[in-house]
């Protein structure tokens, strides 16, 4: 990229100068494009400069910076790796309890759904949530917000789900709004209210019924989310059981996000395809048509390898969804049961490993693709012109020694909007 030599804006300006490799992901930001992400699509530049003026991206280049940029402020990268601030697009931060036993039972062997049906799992996590205080969940929502800040994501969507009635989850949705202003991070709310059965209605069906009737038309009113989603498991929600939630939402003009297929083909890609889902998220056993189907209508395919790694489900075959023409993204599915871990770095490692996700589209997959999902395509997720400066410097000189480093390193310093936040 080359540095607009006209551009004499001293006011909140400033250069980010010695930067051994910088990665804009301009060519992805320019096309919109999320498939087919190669090495070249990443925008890398060596000996790089970086020009921010009120918060926003004006130039990158190599070498000296051009003289009309003298007069501006600078600070020194040091010879470090600079990459766009990340985009966690699946996370539920709100809850409150711990759910550590349920880790050493499944080391000694039970099954995810062995743990639920043992009164275990999602609602553990709902009766902990109910009884905590709006002030106790806030704090621990902050608290949880700031140490993903600390990994470097400057974007999250956060869940609710730890409710389960449309009471609860109001509650819940109205913290999050608070929580909104309360940090540097771009914040988007899903509502997963079906995130299992309310213990208050006697089916599935009853339940997400309800929700559609009592929940969507207030989240609608006081605009409290930018999404909804519901578990699409055996065991949990069928199709059936959301079709007609859905279809309200989607009237309403919610975003749609789904968790699917991630214990067995329970149709939940082809239905996110067939209802225009944003995202389908976990997809351990997606079948071909799901995948197939999520291909053509444009469907993000959300992978979320930590959850695998913490509780030892099989991990999604990224490579299999790539070579369909599916987008994918990299998240890290925090949450206090299935997968503690906040750390996109070593997410995004172990989705190349595990998942077989080439290290452009790891890359991609934090930054870009997830920005695209959460409505963000013009802003974040990339460091091209007239995009807010949301990046990260590391004590990295090369995207190789970040990549390999599987995590170990949190960055040096994380800037949302041209201002250092952490």
């Not at 090495?39 to 009120?54: C, H, K, Q, V």
Request: proline share 4%.
């Amino acid at each position: 990229m080359t540095a607009n030599s006209s551009n004499t804006h001293t006011g909140n300006s400033f250069l980010l100068t010695n930067i051994s490799e910088l990665y804009t992901l301009s060519p992805l930001a320019k096309e919109g494009r999320l498939t087919n992400v190669q090495m070249s699509d990443l925008g890398m530049e060596r000996n790089a400069y970086l020009a921010i003026t009120d918060g926003k991206v004006v130039a990158s280049g190599t070498g000296e910076p051009p003289k009309t940029y003298q007069a501006w402020k600078k600070i020194d990268a040091e010879g470090r790796l600079v990459l766009p601030g990340f985009v966690d697009s699946h996370t539920h931060p709100i809850f409150a309890g711990t759910r550590s036993n349920e880790f050493l039972m499944r080391m000694n062997g039970s099954s995810y759904q062995e743990i639920a049906e043992a009164g275990g799992g999602i609602k553990s996590s709902m009766t902990a949530t109910r009884s905590a205080s709006d002030e106790a969940l806030e704090q621990s929502t902050l608290a949880n917000l700031k140490t993903l800040l600390s990994f470097g994501i400057t974007a999250v969507e956060c869940k609710t789900g730890y409710g389960l009635s449309p009471k609860e989850e109001l509650r819940l949705l109205k913290i999050l709004r608070r929580c909104k202003d309360k940090v540097p991070q771009h914040l988007y709310v899903t509502c997963l209210a079906l995130h299992a059965k309310s213990p208050e209605y006697p089916t599935f069906k009853d339940y997400a019924n309800a929700c559609e009737t009592e929940l969507l038309p207030v989240i609608k009113k006081d605009s409290l989310a930018d999404a909804v989603d519901a578990f699409i498991e055996k065991g949990y929600f069928s199709v059936d059981d959301v079709r007609d939630f859905f279809l309200t939402a989607k009237k309403l003009g919610l975003g749609i996000r789904l968790h699917a297929d991630e214990f067995t083909d329970a149709g939940g890609g082809a239905f996110a395809a067939e209802i225009g889902a944003i995202t389908a998220d976990h997809l351990q056993f997606a079948s071909d048509h799901s995948i197939q189907m999520m291909a053509t209508s444009g469907v993000i395919a959300t992978l979320l390898p930590g959850s695998s790694l913490y509780t030892k489900i099989p991990f999604t075959d990224g490579k299999r969804l790539i070579h369909a023409g599916v987008a994918v993204a990299v998240a890290s599915d925090f949450n206090p049961g299935s997968c503690v871990l906040n750390n996109l770095s070593l997410i995004a490692t172990t989705a190349a490993i595990h998942c077989q996700v080439p290290p452009a589209a790891v890359l991609a997959g934090v930054t870009y693709v997830p920005a695209v999902s959460l409505g963000l395509k013009d802003s974040k997720g990339a460091l091209a012109n007239g995009f807010d400066a949301d990046f990260t410097v590391w004590t990295h000189r090369s995207f190789a020694d970040w990549l390999a480093d599987f995590g170990r390193e949190k960055p040096r310093m994380v800037y949302i909007r041209g201002h250092q936040v952490y």
